[in-house]
């Protein structure tokens, strides 16, 4: 089975813009979850969406949203991005929602200058 | 509050020696999962190990162990015969059912030829 897809895995923004990311899931995970990392705050839970609902949330401001489509892939989005949001965006799949294990994409690099 | 705590924030280790890598989590719930991942220089989070916590057998697999102590709330990581491609940072993980990920902040291990 093909793993875990992340694209684009590098983006450049500047501040005020928005940004969209996407994740295509192991073939038959239904379930999503988005994390962010950085140096100084280590891995973040974003979101977890399952079957196209949002299941879980973090503590993120609602400049981070998401969505999950009926064929599981699923896109986060950042608006008036900050400085701040520089960061490794990291997509997770798994089964379903229970003590299923989450299988990571390769992340999405994302600067804001 | 359901938290994991990583006390040791780097650790190093000779190859072909043995290293424990501590976590230690806090919750109210009776039915959860523990993992360990592993984060390479590649930055691809890579599942290691999983423990179920209604099982007293600890898991393994090939040259990594666990020390599940449920009742001390303690799942601690032992790396055996380490390896130079052992060489990452290394978080804790634990999921109640239902519910979302939540990750330590990371212990990054280096291994010394």
């Keep these: 089975k093909a793993g875990v897809t992340q694209t684009p895995r590098y983006l450049i923004k500047t501040r005020g813009q928005q940004v969209t990311l996407s994740c295509s ?24 969406y399952f079957s196209e ?13 998401g969505r999950q489509f009926s064929n599981s892939r699923s896109e986060m989005n950042v608006s008036t991005l900050e400085l701040g949001d520089s960061a490794l965006y990291l997509c997770a799949s798994s089964f379903g929602t229970g003590q299923e294990t989450q299988y990571f994409g390769p992340g999405t690099r994302l600067l804001v200058l | 509050a359901q938290t994991v705590t990583q006390s040791q924030p780097e650790m190093s280790v000779q190859e072909a020696e043995t290293v424990t890598l501590s976590c230690t ?38 040259r990594f162990s666990v020390n599940f102590q449920k009742a001390a ?15 990452a940072m290394y978080f804790c993980a634990y999921r109640p059912t239902g519910n979302q990920f939540y990750f330590g902040t990371g212990t990054s291990l280096t291994v010394i030829p």
């Design chain 1, 53 to 65: 609902t949002q299941r879980n949330k973090g503590n993120f401001p609602g400049r981070f949203s």
């Design chain 2, 73 to 87: 709330k303690s799942f601690s990581l032992k790396i055996s015969d380490s390896q130079l491609g052992d060489a």
């Design chain 1, 25 to 48: 899931p192991i073939s038959g995970h239904r379930s999503v979850s988005w994390y962010q990392q950085t140096p100084g705050q280590g891995l973040q839970f974003l979101f977890e």
């Design chain 2, 25 to 62: 989590y806090d919750t109210s719930e009776s039915d959860y999962y523990l993992f360990w991942y592993k984060q390479p220089p590649s930055r691809q989070m890579i599942l290691v190990i999983r423990q179920e916590a209604y099982k007293q057998q600890n898991a393994t697999e090939n």
